[in-house]
Structures are given as structure tokens and as C-alpha cells.
């Protein structure tokens, strides 16, 4: 059974960066959509990056445009979240999460099958 761990969060000033790391075990190679998406308290979750690892292609919510790249290290079957420019308002636990459906290329969470059990990311000077 796929399990994925999330690790790398934490504090962090605002303008700063981070790395999230998200560590596939018992792997499938159908698992081809990836996606980053993290919960505020109080909302609801929502995906922040997606992408299919053959072909490479990827979404950004458009609030992280510009900020966040997803990538994909198949050898070691981690996928990365790089976070720069922090705001305030990207504060929330992140989870990784994986799909097997072409339609997890849109990043709406209902797509995705396995998740991890999430890494906070607080942004506060």
C-alpha cells in the first residue's frame, strides 16, 4: 500500500523559504499525479501544486505563482515543495498527496486517493 510522509515544515519569517519533502514508500509507478495542498485552520483543503511526472506538467494555485515549485525525484521517489517569499497567509499544515486519475492534473483534492499525514508551515515574524 502507497504511504507517503511529509517532512520540512516549520517557523519561519515572512519572505523566507522552505522545502517540503514528501517520501513515497511501496511505490507503484501508476501513481503518476502528485499533488501539494494545505489546510488553514477554519478552511477548507485546497491544492496548492500538482503535477504528472512523465511529460512533467504542472498547476499552481495562482496564489503561489512565482513563489512555489513542485518537482519530482523519481529515483528516490520524493517529491519537493520549494516555497520562497513566505507570506503570512501561507500558514497551514501541507500534505502530499497521490492519484492514479488524469484528472488529479486539475489539484482538486477530491482526485487524490492517498494522502500523507501533513507538515505545519508557520510564517510569522
Known amino acids: 500500500q502507497l504511504q507517503l510522509v511529509e517532512s520540512g515544515g516549520g517557523l519561519v519569517q515572512p519572505g523566507g523559504s522552505l522545502r517540503l519533502s514528501c517520501v513515497a514508500s511501496?511505490?507503484?509507478?501508476?501513481?503518476?499525479?502528485i499533488g501539494w495542498f494545505r489546510q488553514a485552520p477554519g478552511k477548507e483543503r485546497e491544492g496548492v501544486s500538482c503535477?504528472?511526472?512523465?511529460?512533467?506538467?504542472?498547476i499552481y494555485a495562482d496564489s503561489v505563482k512565482g513563489r512555489f515549485t513542485i518537482s519530482r525525484d523519481n529515483a528516490q521517489s520524493t517529491v519537493y515543495l520549494q516555497m520562497n517569499s513566505l507570506k503570512p497567509e501561507d500558514t497551514a499544515v501541507y500534505y502530499c498527496?497521490?492519484?492514479?486519475?488524469?484528472?488529479?492534473?486539475?489539484?482538486?483534492?477530491?482526485?487524490?486517493?492517498?494522502w500523507g499525514q501533513g507538515t505545519q508551515v508557520t510564517v510569522s515574524s
Open positions: 511501496g511505490f507503484s509507478s501508476d501513481y503518476r499525479y
Open positions: 498527496a497521490a492519484s492514479k486519475s488524469p484528472l488529479a492534473i486539475t489539484c482538486g483534492k477530491g482526485w487524490f486517493n492517498y
Open positions: 503535477m504528472r511526472s512523465i511529460g512533467g506538467t504542472t
